[in-house]
């Protein structure tokens, strides 16, 4: 069982698996919780797939950052909220 959790370490107090996997300095880790997935043999089973995914991804891969997209609103800082008049001849303009 040791050769099967090499950089996976669990953490008691949080209930769940930690693997951490460096290539060239680069360290990237992630948390796999009991909870989440059902039992913690479920969460090491996880965690071991995620380990050999990143053993087995190439190098340029492996340092590059996640790219997740922005989900955030826009919100326009100027802009004073219309009074009730002002909205109506708003709509108005935009009927035309």
Do not use: C
């Not at 669990?10 to 290539?23: C, D």
């Not at 680069?26 to 059902?38: E, H, M």
């Not at 043999?41 to 997740?68: C, H, K, M, Q, W």
């Amino acid at each position: 069982m040791k050769n099967n959790t090499k950089n996976i370490t669990r953490l008691e107090s949080y209930n769940g698996w930690q693997v951490r996997v460096t290539k060239n300095n680069i360290t990237r880790s992630k948390f796999f919780g009991d909870n989440a997935y059902s039992t913690a043999g479920y969460a090491l089973d996880s965690a071991i797939a995620y380990r050999e995914y990143l053993n087995s991804i190439s190098l340029t891969r492996f340092i590059a950052p996640a790219v997740r997209p922005s989900i955030k609103p826009i919100f326009v800082k100027h802009m004073k909220p219309l009074t009730l008049a002002q909205g109506v001849v708003q709509y108005a303009l935009n009927l035309q």
